[in-house]
């Protein structure tokens, strides 16, 4: 079945500092992938939609500055948490939707990224 | 590998009971989650179990088998808003979450 990595799987970062996560699509092309945030026991919650080779639609209440999202090839989107501050910790999780073969509503979640801001 | 497996579609009918099966192969063992996703929409969060046995939450139970590798989640008195994709979860020793395929569950009334 599909494949999604995230990278890194677990970061610790000072407050202030910035961090990256990537999120891969390993054996299909995803033009869209999703940025969740989960807290624990509780539902996902989706922060923002990525679209390859156009801006990212941030859902409400989610600042975009903070949360910079680029979709810059079919198979990567990347979510910058800028400024982190340790209400920022959190378990961030994506996900890709496979339009291949038919399969239209298939989201394929990645294995989720721990932030952890001092 | 880690591996999930749950049936790719279901279908049931309205007001009966309905069991999503979910097997595991993972490294190790931090507990395992049920959601519920409607199309286009984020998935909802069901259950989390770490002990074996039944948790009841109203209509939805889940119950866990950690020696068996094995998880089902029970539906009773279906309704036809509970037509979604029910996914399995399971978080590794690593605090990685190991996701199933998703089973879809029609519901005729």
């Known amino acids: 079945g599909a494949v999604v990595s995230q990278h890194p799987s677990r970061v610790i970062c000072k407050s202030g500092t910035s961090v990256k996560i990537e999120c891969r699509s390993l054996?299909?092309?995803?033009?869209?992938m999703f940025w969740y945030r989960q807290f624990p026991k509780q539902s996902l919650m989706l922060m923002a939609t990525s679209n390859e080779g156009s801006k990212a639609t941030y859902e409400q209440g989610v600042e975009k500055d903070k949360f910079l999202i680029n979709h810059a090839s079919l198979t990567l989107s990347t979510l910058t948490v800028t400024s982190a501050h340790p209400e920022d910790s959190s378990f961030y999780i994506c996900?890709?939707?496979?339009?291949?073969?038919?399969?239209?509503?298939?989201?394929?979640f990645g294995p989720g990224t721990r932030l952890t801001v001092l | 590998g880690q591996n999930i497996d749950q049936p790719t579609e279901m279908t049931a009918t309205e007001g009966a009971i309905v069991q999503i099966n979910c097997t595991y192969q993972t490294s190790g063992f931090n507990g395992l989650f049920w959601y519920q996703q409607h199309a286009g929409e984020a998935p909802t969060f069901l259950s989390y179990?770490?002990l074996d046995g039944l948790e009841e939450k109203g209509r939805f139970s889940s119950f866990l088998s950690r020696s068996k590798g094995y998880s089902y989640l029970l539906l009773k008195e279906l309704q036809m808003k509970d037509s979604a994709s029910y996914l399995c979860?399971?978080?590794?020793?690593?605090?990685?979450?190991?996701w199933g395929a998703g089973t879809k569950l029609i519901i005729k009334p």
């Open positions: 054996d299909f092309q995803a033009t869209t």
């Open positions: 979860a399971v978080m590794d020793s690593n605090y990685q979450l190991i």
């Open positions: 179990n770490v």
């Open positions: 996900s890709a939707r496979d339009l291949s073969g038919g399969h239209t509503d298939t989201q394929y």
